[in-house]
Each structure stands twice: as structure tokens, then as C-alpha cells.
């Protein structure tokens, strides 16, 4: 079993920056990758970056803005979001695949213009 508990969500104004957490317990390895997903209101779940040993990957939205990190020892993701927009309002989730996938309880971020 693994859990997932995420720390940093908040309200900032446009063009401000927030540093989401993610630390893990359980049995995981390395070689699972490590996601954040986020779900604006009245839209589907989206993935917004992921982190394995040898690559990463950001959604077109947040390229250049969000940097995601990870600390394997510790068992902990972070994503650095900056230069925050509006549209980046979202409730944001960490993920992990292993037997199955497991999601943390979600933390929100929310961009005034």
C-alpha cells in the first residue's frame, strides 16, 4: 500500500510562484514514476508533469513554468510552479502507478488575475 500526502497549495495573484510537496510511504520503486495531475471545476483530471530516473514530462500548458523534482530518498516530489496564471486554478494531485494507482488527497491552488 502506498500513500501519498501533498503540502503547499494556496492563493497567490498572477505571476507569483507556490512549491506543492508530495512525500510517499509504502513500497514503491525508483523506477515508478512520480506525477502531478490537477483538476480545474467542471473539467477531467489533467497530467501536468511527471518525473522518472531518466525523464521528465510537463503538459504543453506549463512548460518553461513548472520544474518538477525529486528526492529518492526521501521519497518526496516537488513541483515549483512560477509565473502562475489563472487558468492554472486547479485542485492539484500527486500519483504513483504501482500495482495500481494511488493518489493523494489533492491540495488547491488558486491564481487571482
Known amino acids: 500500500q502506498v500513500q501519498l500526502v501533498e503540502s503547499g497549495g494556496g492563493f497567490v495573484q498572477a505571476g507569483e510562484s507556490l512549491t506543492l510537496s508530495c512525500a510517499a510511504s509504502?513500497?514503491?520503486?525508483?523506477?515508478?514514476?512520480m506525477d502531478w495531475y490537477r483538476q480545474a471545476p467542471g473539467k477531467q483530471r489533467e497530467l501536468v508533469a511527471s518525473?522518472?530516473?531518466?525523464?521528465?514530462n510537463y503538459a504543453d500548458s506549463v512548460k518553461g513554468r513548472f520544474t518538477i523534482t525529486r528526492d529518492y530518498l526521501k521519497k518526496m516530489v516537488t513541483l515549483q510552479m512560477d509565473g502562475l496564471r489563472p487558468e492554472d486554478t486547479a485542485v492539484y494531485y500527486c500519483?504513483?502507478?504501482?500495482?495500481?494507482?494511488?493518489w493523494g488527497q489533492g491540495t488547491q491552488v488558486t491564481v487571482s488575475p
Open positions: 500519483h504513483v502507478h504501482t500495482y495500481k494507482d494511488f
Open positions: 509504502g513500497i514503491m520503486y525508483a523506477t515508478n514514476a
Open positions: 518525473i522518472q530516473p531518466s525523464a521528465t
